[in-house]
């Protein structure tokens, strides 16, 4: 996309601006020279423009060969250049697994398909030339002839064919001119293509899964309620079904029927894509459902006016994303300049429920501090403290996280999560929180456990404890019996190494012998060790 909107929109503007001017002197010049042409001599006239039809179709092979290699051009150099923004994007990632070489050559190797390619253009361009230089000879030749024979016969004075022939060589250049802009005019078209199929992109309401949240026309409904951005916070999900439009073979979801009270908190549980985020998409409309229907206070999603949704919808993802602005812009993001534009009170307070105010504070510039690009100035629980700000600085009625707390430590966590809570019950927030650490959950006033697609279960933590053999139950049981385990060899490996301290401490004052035994003492103890966390 980022070649579309840098490589081929600068092509197209380079070559309208060149040659819009150059051609409509060309055409102009062109028919000038034609109508002296026609008074000097109208046989040799007709002789000259004998080539006319025999360059108008060379041209108009040319052009669809250039067209298709343009178009094949630009597609190997975005390749090229989505492998280049890849690795830009996920450099500590590549470092870490030392990828620099396979990325490197996986570039080249996209590098080398776009120099074939432009080297075919370069073929077809050195033919393109080759004809415009010989045909015109040609012609000029054929002129000669049958001119001297005119003034042999006494038809044509040899004044005028001295004219005549000076007209030919301007038509000639002419002909080169608009060749070559021709040339070029097919270049941009190739690169135009993928533009303009941007801009004209208006997918069908009736597909299945359209990809535009602004595909279904809006309902005639109310200009008031159009613009109102109060929202009470019941969301209703209906018979949902659908499928990513990259991945249409895979069922995503199967009829889910979910319904989320206003001001009420509703975590959704389950594997690993099972869905969990595929609904939260939905209701943030990135995607439309393939069938059924997603309602906000009885509304279709698709009815709401796109800003309005998501400045009262509000989302925190599990990846947070910052953008190269300083703090302050960061957390009134798409709000300046707006009616909801917040004051300074409202982004400090966002930052302190947040519990992001003490390390703002702490910083340099404080508010003012530029997190760079994507975030790097900070830390990745910095970042997400701060989107959480940027989430509740837009005051929602619906607020979303999916896995929001993912990227802070346990007690940050718990902060914030003690804020969030009591966000919810002074404003009666309806919150949906997709959560794989189920111990965050255990107080929601719904928990609707989903598997392949499907609402398995739902209720309260202790309705879904008490199913026996449950899914709910299952996995609750399971991240107990991980968390126990994980405590558990903590805790034999600090008793482990208080016994190797305290052994290696009594070892200096034992003679050599001494030290054997306390060598193959603690070879058993660690081979103990072992044992038990085997």
Not at 251 to 258: K, R
Request: aromatic content about 6%; glycine content about 6%.
């Amino acid at each position: 996309l980022n070649s579309r909107l840098a490589s081929d929109t600068a092509k197209i503007g380079d070559q309208v601006s060149l040659n819009s001017n150059v051609l409509i002197r060309t055409f102009v010049q062109l028919l000038t020279t034609l109508a002296f042409m026609i008074h000097i001599s109208f046989p040799l006239s007709l002789l000259a423009l004998a080539s006319v039809p025999v360059v108008s179709v060379a041209t108009k092979r040319y052009g669809e060969y250039v067209w298709s290699l343009a178009r094949a051009m630009q597609d190997k150099l975005a390749a090229a250049m989505k492998v280049a923004e890849e690795v830009f994007a996920t450099m500590a990632t590549v470092r870490s697994c030392a990828g620099e070489r396979s990325s490197a050559f996986e570039f080249s190797q996209a590098l080398e398909q776009y120099r074939r390619v432009g080297q075919k253009q370069a073929c077809a361009y050195a033919g393109w030339q080759i004809f415009n230089t010989s045909l015109p000879t040609l012609m000029t030749c054929l002129l000669l002839y049958q001119g001297g024979r005119l003034v042999d016969r006494g038809h044509l004075q040899s004044g005028r064919l001295v004219a005549f022939n000076l007209l030919t060589q301007t038509l000639t250049d002419t002909f080169s001119t608009l060749a070559d802009m021709f040339s070029n005019i097919f270049d941009a078209l190739g690169a135009s293509d993928k533009v303009f199929a941007l801009l004209a992109k208006d997918p069908d309401p009736t597909e299945a899964a359209p990809q535009s949240p602004w595909d279904k026309p809006k309902m005639k409904r109310d200009p008031a309620n159009t613009t109102d951005p109060t929202l009470n916070g019941l969301v209703e999900i209906e018979n949902v079904r659908f499928r990513y439009p990259g991945r249409p073979q895979v069922q995503v979801l199967c009829g889910i029927n979910i319904r989320v009270a206003a001001g009420s908190v509703c975590a959704l549980v389950g594997p690993s894509g099972s869905g969990k985020s595929s609904i939260i998409a939905l209701i943030q409309r990135f995607y439309a459902p393939e069938s059924g229907i997603i309602r906000i206070d009885g509304i279709d999603v698709a009815d709401f006016d796109h800003a309005q949704l998501h400045r009262r919808v509000a989302l925190v993802s599990q990846e947070p994303v910052l953008f190269a602005r300083t703090i302050r812009r960061n957390v009134a993001y798409a709000l300046e300049d707006t009616e909801l534009a917040p004051s300074e009170e409202d982004i400090q307070d966002a930052l302190h429920m947040a519990h992001a105010s003490d390390f703002v504070s702490n910083l340099p510039e404080g508010l003012d501090t530029d997190v760079g690009e994507r975030g790097v100035a900070l830390s990745g629980g910095q970042k997400q403290r701060i989107a959480i700000a940027r989430a509740l600085c837009r005051k929602p009625r619906i607020l979303l996280l999916d896995e929001a707390t993912s990227a802070l430590d346990t007690e940050s966590e718990r902060k914030v999560q003690r804020a969030l809570d009591d966000l919810i019950a002074a404003h009666s927030l309806t919150v949906i929180v997709v959560a794989h650490r189920l111990s965050t959950i255990q107080n929601a006033d719904s928990i609707c456990c989903i598997k392949k697609g499907q609402l398995i279960e739902r209720g309260t933590h202790s309705e879904l404890m008490a199913i026996p053999g449950g899914v709910y139950a299952d996995l609750v049981r399971r991240q107990a019996v991980r968390g126990g385990s994980s405590t558990s060899d903590n805790n034999n490996t600090r008793t482990f190494s208080h016994d190797v301290e305290d052994k290696a401490t009594s070892a200096a004052a034992l003679p050599v012998s001494s030290m054997k035994l306390l060598s193959d003492s603690n070879l058993s103890s660690k081979s103990i060790a072992s044992d038990k966390h085997d």
